[in-house]
Structure formats: C-alpha cells, structure tokens
C-alpha cells in the first residue's frame, strides 16, 4: 500500500502520466494523505496493486531529476487508536494478539521497506520521512542493517524535552495560564515551580523538593510524544475556573494526582506485557520520538 502510495506521487510529483485506471480509482488525488486514502477505500482492488507498482519500477527510468517528499507524523495517525487500548480489550489478550500495537509497528516498517525499494530503483527519488525507534527494532528481516544504513537517529536528552514542553507552554493564551506572572514557563503554566515529595526526606528529615517538571519528566520514558499527552491532560486541569483559586498545596495534589493517572503513564506500564513493543530493551536510554530519517544518497 505504501509503496504504491509513493510511486504514484511521485510520478504526480514529476509530471508523468499514471495508469488511467488507477488513476480513476484515487480519483486523480495528488497529496499524499489522500492518495493513500483511497487505496484504503479501495481495499477489494489489492490484487490490482502488484501489477502497478510493476508498471510504475518498468517506467522508474522515466524520472530523469531529483523528486523530494517529506513524510512526517506518520505514527500520529494511530494515535487514536492507540489511546484508545484496543489492544487491552480481554478478547485480544486471551488469543495474545496485540492488535494495536501490531498496526502501529507494521505501518511505519512498511515505510522503511518502501523508501528503501523505490530509492533503488531510481537515485533521483529522495524520500524523507520519520518513524519511531520502538518499531524499527520490531522490524525482523535481513535487509535492517541496509535500512539503517540509510539513516539518522535522532536523539531527545532531558534539555531537548523541556524545551518541547516549553514551546507548547507558550502557544497557551495568557489568560488560561494559572499564573501568568510566574518566573518560569512550567510556573505559569502549573502555578508553582517545585514539588515536596510525599515520603522522600532529606538529611534534615525535611520532605525533599524537585522541579515540577522533574516530577513530570520521572514518569514516563522520556519520549516527547508522553510529555505531549501529559502536557495536555494537565492543560485540562490547569484551565479549569476552579483550579485558579486552589490554594498552592491543593494544586500540587491535583497535578501530582493528574500525572501518576495520565494516560502517558498508564499506557507505557511495564507491568502489561500487552507493550512489551514499546518497551526499550536498555531502560537507561531515552527512546526518541520521531527516530529514523531516511535520507537518499546521491
């Protein structure tokens, strides 16, 4: 599906001519988003596809100058279902299947099969697109080190996470802010700054204090795509009439108890072998978001 997806938009993109039936079936669609809509919706022509992308590889040394696409966000379109924990429904986990879990993963690894097969057949096609590092070490065929070959990870730290948290801070109008006069962003955004831990004492046997964002940051993996749903499911709070007028301590018990019950948090349990997929093998490194870029090479 893919590959016929970027085969079609490329010779689009290009200026060629495209099989007259296919070209009725997408009816004559030339984004991506839509291209790939219509093979979706056209799902009983599959035995049509082979002979297609057959058509579009005999013809590939038609495009004689450089095509660019850029693909980007494509693990946001499961996001629904996603969120939504198909996979935990008890009809799925008694046969073991992961549903959810199975279509996210396929899908990106079905991006890295097609770039890699189209930029071999024509150099010219440079496709740029983005998957997450969870599903690319699903991916289990002998082809992965030529994948990999061809490119970049991209590594999140703890800076490059608060800095993503900040940015949707700031897209906040200010009079949602809970405290807009706060020194910090995460001050305006919360209406205070650190947190005393509930049972962690210091040598003083005072409660030990961290950054809010800290406290944040602790419960998930660090991945930006866990820091975003946090950040809207406290956006949810925080802009609530009643939350403005909380005394301080009060506050910090809401947010403490919207983080440790976020859907982030919960989604990313290790304890549901239902995500073992999602899982780093090596807990002591940060799985980044949008991992792999796939970049031609001339």
Not at 12 to 29: C, Q, S, T, V
Not at 135 to 142: G, N, Q, R, S, T
Not at 163 to 175: G, S
Request: with cysteine.
């Amino acid at each position: 599906m893919e590959t016929l997806t970027l085969w079609t938009l490329t010779f689009k993109i290009y200026g060629l001519d495209i099989n007259p039936d296919l070209e009725k079936m997408i009816h004559k669609a030339s984004k991506l988003s839509s291209i790939f809509s219509e093979l979706l919706s056209n799902r009983d022509k599959i035995p049509l596809f082979p002979r297609w992308i057959n058509e579009f590889v005999d013809r590939a040394s038609e495009i004689k100058s450089g095509v660019s696409i850029f693909v980007d966000d494509v693990d946001q379109a499961f996001e629904t279902i996603m969120i939504n924990n198909h996979h935990y429904n008890s009809f799925y986990l008694e046969d073991q299947s992961k549903p959810a879990v199975e279509i996210w993963v396929n899908g990106q690894n079905a991006l890295f099969s097609s770039i890699y097969s189209i930029h071999r057949q024509n150099r010219h096609v440079k496709i740029f697109a983005t998957v997450r590092t969870e599903a690319f070490h699903c991916l289990k065929v002998a082809l992965k080190p030529n994948y990999l070959h061809h490119s970049v990870v991209l590594h999140y730290d703890k800076w490059n996470i608060e800095e993503i948290f900040n940015k949707n801070i700031q897209l906040i109008p200010k009079e949602k802010l809970a405290k807009p006069e706060g020194k910090t962003w995460i001050e305006k955004f919360l209406g205070f700054e650190e947190m005393p831990h509930r049972f962690a004492k210091d040598h003083l046997g005072n409660p030990r204090i961290e950054t809010s964002f800290n406290f944040i940051f602790r419960h998930t993996y660090g991945r930006p795509r866990e820091i975003v749903q946090m950040g809207s499911s406290l956006h949810n709070l925080v802009t609530q009439p009643h939350y403005k007028s909380l005394k301080l301590y009060n506050k910090i018990e809401e947010v403490r108890a919207n983080v440790t019950i976020s859907p982030a948090n919960c989604s990313i349990n290790t304890r549901n072998k239902s995500y073992r997929v999602l899982i780093p093998m090596n807990s002591t490194f940060f799985i980044p978001y949008r991992a792999t870029l796939f970049r031609g090479k001339n």
